[in-house]
């Protein structure tokens, strides 16, 4: 088990893995076409608006040059970690939201190049400090987690699919790493009990030092070795949600870069990671695709920020 209790002074180095991908989403006003999505892109978008970040993935050659030049764009994102294999297909996927915008359906879902073997960790990036490993299969996630021997800090994503057909592998990882961000109902799931703060401190019995379990429109709550914490999501008004696509995957970003650019990894910065992490997400839901994170300036965020704190009190 790697530490999670040091407090360096300087920012840490911040790697995340997942998918890169070529998204359709259909909301009930709007439609997006093959927009760029997967969560290491979102997790990217986000996290680069607060802290230099590593990205590791894998696209193939019919990824489109633009979603490429959109990548390339975003501030303080190093891509030497990005894959591209020759005649290998690029991940896709396809949902349907409902009506209330809480709900969706998977329409269409293509692995791809994702089926294959996993990317390589570059390696120039093997001396990262803070890992976050997108949600992918649970072994594929301890074969990325291994080739980071300098870790300090690594934090996993998960889905259902795992803990049904992966369960095993899931327990396992768990074992490795110091934090897992999922949903309640995953973390019900995982663990037979519906409470979320009990259902994390059963997660915590695996190994990790702390479990962020999403609600979402009811916020967010941190079970950590040390204590609990919650943060309310953030107060949006209806016409505010365009698309919640990446939303948990920005979260995640906006948590994750906190950490690195502090350089610490105690209880009370998760507590404030939380709060950025919730906001980087309210951003994302405005707009499809990484243009809401990607087109708020510096100012905005910081405004929006100081909005949150206000209303939590954080």
């Known amino acids: 088990m790697t530490s999670s209790s040091t407090a360096p002074t300087q920012s840490s180095s911040l790697l995340v893995t997942g998918t890169i991908g070529i998204d359709t989403v259909e909301t009930p006003t709007a439609r997006a076409e093959r927009v760029l999505g997967g969560s290491a892109a979102y997790f990217a978008a986000a996290a680069s608006r607060l802290a230099p970040v590593r990205l590791v993935g894998v696209v193939g050659d019919d990824f489109p040059a633009q979603h490429r030049a959109l990548l390339e764009g975003l501030n303080s994102v190093d891509l030497r970690g990005l894959e591209t294999r020759a005649g290998g297909k690029t991940f896709a996927w396809g949902g349907k939201y409902l009506l209330n915008m809480n709900e969706r359906e998977t329409l269409f879902t293509e692995l791809g190049v994702v089926a294959e073997a996993p990317p390589k960790v570059p390696a120039a990036f093997a001396d990262s400090s803070l890992v976050f490993l997108g949600n992918t299969h649970p072994a594929v996630q301890t074969q990325l987690l291994e080739q980071i021997p300098q870790r300090k800090l690594a934090v996993a994503d998960t889905m259902d699919l795992w803990i049904n057909v992966a369960h095993d592998e899931l327990v396992h990882l768990l074992s490795k790493v110091d934090g897992i961000v999922l949903n309640d109902s995953e973390a019900a799931h995982l663990t037979g009990v519906r409470n979320a703060v009990s259902a994390g401190r059963r997660i915590l019995g695996y190994g990790p030092k702390?479990?962020?379990?999403?609600?979402?429109?009811?916020?967010?709550?941190?079970?950590?070795?040390?204590?609990?914490?919650?943060?309310?999501?953030?107060?949006?008004?209806?016409?505010?949600?365009?698309?919640?696509?990446?939303?948990g995957d920005t979260f995640a970003g906006g948590f994750m870069a906190h950490?690195?650019?502090?350089?610490?990894?105690?209880?009370?910065?998760?507590?404030?990671?939380?709060s950025w992490g919730?906001?980087?997400?309210?951003?994302?839901?405005?707009?499809?695709?990484?243009?809401?994170?990607?087109?708020?300036?510096?100012?905005?965020?910081?405004?929006?920020?100081?909005?949150f704190a206000r209303h939590a009190r954080v």
């Open 278 to 307: 919730t906001v980087m997400a309210s951003f994302t839901i405005g707009a499809f695709s990484l243009d809401g994170v990607k087109r708020a300036s510096a100012a905005d965020l910081e405004a929006r920020y100081k909005t």
């Open 259 to 274: 950490l690195a650019r502090t350089g610490r990894t105690d209880f009370e910065t998760l507590q404030t990671a939380l």
């Open 210 to 247: 702390f479990a962020v379990v999403k609600k979402g429109e009811h916020g967010a709550v941190l079970i950590h070795r040390d204590g609990v914490a919650v943060v309310p999501a953030f107060p949006a008004e209806e016409d505010m949600v365009v698309d919640p696509t990446g939303a």
